[in-house]
């Protein structure tokens, strides 16, 4: 069990342009969940995936943001046309009950 | 809704010194409770959680912390402070069914010798 990672860990990019990162859960955990967190800030909720299927997307997930979990394993989340708002902390984490989330080491992304 | 309110967005201690954040939660449901701590450029590493069991939790590091229904409370205590525990502390809830966590805006623990 190597925990759950995330690539790349950081990330700068200019404004309006895509970008998208990876996230590893634990293995056979078939719950996946991925926050914003902004400086100052706690993380936020965006998206969550049981198994394949994506049930859950907050209100701060604007139609820029897609989340993707295609064999229930990794998943992918691609930020389209960046803003500079856009600028946090990515966190992914993994469950394989729902009660407890054990977190990767994050994305840093930097939109200039 | 539910919520979390962590009080004092920084703490300062002395080695050796108690330490008590505090963190107050607000929910419709018996909630889960969790502290998570972060260290600079480190994702989120799980301190102790509350699931309906004791309400006295013990945690990894020395933590502990105690649930009071009737204070919608869930303070994190720790007798001894040291220079290592020095990091961001965060209190979430989780409103059950998804797991999602709803996290304070945390507490920056200072630990000074």
């Known amino acids: 069990d190597t925990g759950v990672s995330q690539d790349p860990r950081h990330k700068i990019t200019k404004r309006g342009q895509n970008v998208t990162f990876r996230c590893d859960p634990i293995?056979?955990?078939?719950?996946l969940y991925w926050y914003r967190q902004t400086l100052g800030q706690g993380p936020e909720f965006l998206t969550y995936f049981q198994n394949e299927a994506q049930l859950e997307k907050s209100r701060l997930l604007s139609d820029r943001f897609s989340a993707e979990r295609p064999k229930g394993s990794f998943s992918t989340l691609e930020i389209q046309r960046t803003e500079q708002g856009d600028s946090a902390m990515y966190l992914c984490?993994?469950?394989?009950?729902?009660?407890?989330?054990?977190f990767g080491p994050g994305t840093r992304l930097l939109v200039l | 809704a539910q919520s979390v309110t962590q009080l004092g967005s920084h703490v300062s201690v002395s080695e050796g010194a108690l330490v008590l954040l505090r963190c107050n939660y607000s929910s419709s449901v018996p909630p889960y409770l969790f502290w998570y701590v972060q260290y600079p450029n480190q994702g989120l590493q799980l301190l102790l959680k509350y699931t309906s069991a004791a309400t006295l939790v013990k945690g990894i590091n020395g933590f502990e912390a105690e649930f009071k229904k009737s204070e919608t409370s869930f303070h994190l205590t720790k007798p001894s402070a040291h220079m290592s525990d020095a990091a961001e502390y965060f209190c979430a809830v989780s409103p059950g069914d998804t797991g999602k966590l709803i996290f304070g805006q945390g507490t920056t623990l200072q630990v000074k010798p």
């Open positions: 984490a993994s469950s394989s009950d729902g009660e407890t989330q054990y």
């Open positions: 293995s056979e955990h078939n719950r």
